[in-house]
């Protein structure tokens, strides 16, 4: 494909996206086939070329009908994913660029765009100025974890795991309702469940209950245990709870353990400085992650990651073959970001998040996010009027999780009904054993009528 | 941003790529900015939103004078990354989708189209019947083989891994030309660089010496150590060797190790028949990994990953919290390919492998190989008649290692004056030693007369 053809397909590709996000209201938000009906619509390689237009006829014919509507104003399942159309274009400016850019050598823009986007959030976001030169684009907050984690037992044993590896005895805490991502982080460092310790929570909120935390900190040291790495939530996925955060950082700073905070959904909300309570102790924080792939309006994956030991990091997970030396890395005098992450190759992922702040501005970002609150806050307000529903825990922010007070069977029935017509997509969680409705909103294009419509439908209303 | 103003914008951003592309020779291959000039020129984050014209002119002013232009025809160092136009499109399909394919659920076409373009490589590639089904695509053949040793771990524990972590004993066995990725790897996954083993290779082919291997192998078990995985690689970094994988399968498979067979940049070839003898073995494989990033046309980032164990896999890295329990999963009907990778959410790539495949076909993939291959041997005949170069290692496919025969200064002048140039840029290698310069044929564009300009300048004739 040349250019003129690029430019003439790129048109139609184009075009072919915006009339989808045009019309994406009329599809079903969670896609109906059923297991294999995709695969069996498809046909096997060819050997000759072709052209675009199949590819998008095949788009239209089975990836629709396969697909869930993620940018639907109905989707407030999971969390929702924004990817918003100038993020879209900075992420296809970055593939037209195709700079893979594991070294700052390998191109320095690439690099120096990235330090400069993550230092500029660190002010506008109000987090601590020890992150500043701390900062780097993760793929996933999974990843992130991972990266805190390897960190973490590299700084514990003194900077003897880079060699010798684990021993047994490190020990990572969580609470009941943090992310599965940090239990997986600790298999895949070589720990094992074994070593994963879950902090009951405070049952009115869900968040993690600090006395017990310092206890079991208390016994396992003196079981010989070595805390290594806390993982404190700032709005959990079941219910947007948020652990003590500053309680948590003292217990971590008495016992020598890194403290991650998880802020993966909610820590764009730390631009507004009405939330920024929410983000109390943040600043004592040794690492620190927020997607930006969430809800902030750039599309997945680009999870914003900030520590305060990038040193530490570095020296962890670092190599240099003869095959990646070069003048720039030698001099010292410039940051190689495959140094900071799992794998080697990287994107130029700083250019979505750079066409987000421009296009939107900050203030644009604030509106997008306050909206949603808002949102939530009348929704809050609905179920607390109404004798079938209650909240199931305390709203955060953008997130309310209700409950029908009939039982747990009204609830998934509800719930069934809601995402069986095609209008919206809800996803559940359990609090205290009690099944919960989550309702995450945060599409770049819900308004007060989709939310009203979600309600009406739940209570059974057609 | 709505559907029209995408429209418009969206046109504006094809341009200039496709401006980019047609341009792309005039720039020097390599950024010539200093460390810091880039961010120099950035402004801080505005509280007001903008438009697109000023980002594209910052990405004129700023981003590519601070760019080494991987898409460069003159591009010959590490492997190039191709991102052909095709490819750069499907990537834009994906974001504008905006999908996110973490579950069979939340994008069944995100999951099946995956599914059955791995499936169908697996005839196209020649790879074995027992690949069927075991699929995956991964970020980085970092990130594979990973996921690779994790199963490996698993595995060899009996399936206690997951909750008793790495014990220690654990051993991991690569050739001193192996990718760095696999002792990063086994780094992350606890294990800590004592537990890999550097077997000495072929000094005349860099191939691993499977003698050697044995004999380490022998010595580990009766110094009590378990062996988990061996990484042979069909295409090394350095000079392209291929170690013998039947030889190293039948020493994996005597001691109970996991095979995984790194083919991040050579594995494409294996499309072509004339090729396939340097696969010989890799049937035997447990993994397998090549990228469609760097040698099929593909815009970073998309390594093709198979295992004949993705029951093991799975079980080593699945978790399920309440929040992602759904009807399709608990059906055991569907694939979730959260469990394959070590993020939890994935992007919709499939899409940008399946617009290469289907504008290039089958067989124009096949003449994008063959002709670097030629291009390569090409090279080779002019060092080969050549009084003041030699080979410093044989050729594989396109990567042709060379060295002066007036010792390392003269070869590392003449690469410094050819990546001065701009023209051009290549990196080195040590061979036995020995400084050698890799020119590593790749870049959609590369034609003859380039090939021949990097070959005069590497001999000094301007």
């Known amino acids: ?233 700032i709005g959990t996925t079941g219910t947007g709870a948020v652990d003590p955060v500053r309680e948590v950082a003292a217990l971590c700073a008495e016992h020598g353990a890194w403290l991650h905070v998880d802020a993966a959904w909610a820590g764009p909300a730390a631009l507004c400085p009405e939330f920024r309570p929410l983000f109390d102790g943040v600043g004592l924080a040794d690492s620190f992650t927020a997607n930006a792939h969430k809800w902030m309006l750039t599309a997945f994956d680009l999870s914003l990651f900030w520590t305060a030991h990038p040193d530490v990091l570095v020296d962890a997970l670092t190599i240099l073959p003869e095959y990646l030396r070069n003048t720039a890395t030698e001099s010292g005098a410039v940051v190689d970001y495959r140094d900071w992450q799992i794998p080697l190759g990287r994107r130029f992922r700083a250019l979505k998040l750079w066409s987000v702040l421009r296009w939107y501005g900050l203030e644009g970002v604030r509106a997008h996010l306050r909206r949603h609150v808002e949102l939530a806050a009348l929704l809050e307000s609905w179920v607390g009027a109404d004798e079938g529903w209650e909240l199931a825990a305390p709203r955060t922010l953008s997130l309310v999780t209700l409950a029908h007070r009939d039982g747990d069977g009204a609830t998934r029935a509800a719930m069934e009904r809601v995402n069986a017509s095609g209008d919206a997509f809800v996803t559940h969680t359990t609090v205290n054993g009690r099944f919960a409705v989550r309702v995450a909103i945060g599409a770049e294009g819900t308004r007060e009528h989709h939310v009203r419509a979600l309600w009406e439908a739940l209570r059974g209303e057609e």
């Open 1 to 233: 494909m040349d250019a003129e053809e690029f430019r003439r397909v790129g048109h139609e590709v184009v075009d072919w996206i915006a009339d989808y996000r045009a019309r994406v209201e009329e599809f079903p938000v969670r896609s109906r086939v059923e297991p294999g009906w995709v695969r069996g619509q498809l046909d096997g390689l060819s050997e000759a070329g072709g052209d675009f237009a199949g590819l998008l006829a095949d788009l239209e014919r089975v990836v629709l009908p396969g697909t869930t509507h993620w940018q639907h104003p109905g989707f407030y399942a999971y969390f929702p994913s924004n990817a918003s159309l100038p993020s879209v274009l900075g992420d296809l400016l970055s593939s037209g660029l195709g700079v893979q850019g594991m070294l700052w050598s390998t191109s320095p823009a690439a690099t120096e765009v990235e330090q400069h986007l993550m230092d500029e959030l660190v002010g506008a976001m109000g987090l601590p100025e020890r992150f500043l030169g701390g900062g780097v684009i993760q793929d996933t907050a999974s990843s992130a974890a991972l990266v805190a984690l390897l960190a973490a037992l590299h700084r514990a044993s003194g900077g003897k795991w880079r060699q010798s590896g684990v021993d047994g005895a490190e020990t990572v805490y969580v609470s009941s309702q943090t992310h599965s991502s940090i239990e997986r982080a600790a298999r895949m460092a070589g720990l094992g469940e074994q070593a994963v310790r879950s902090i009951p929570v405070d049952p009115a909120t869900s968040a993690m209950d600090a006395g017990a935390l310092a206890a079991r900190l208390k016994a396992d040291v003196e079981a010989g245990r070595r805390p290594v790495l806390v993982c404190a939530t």
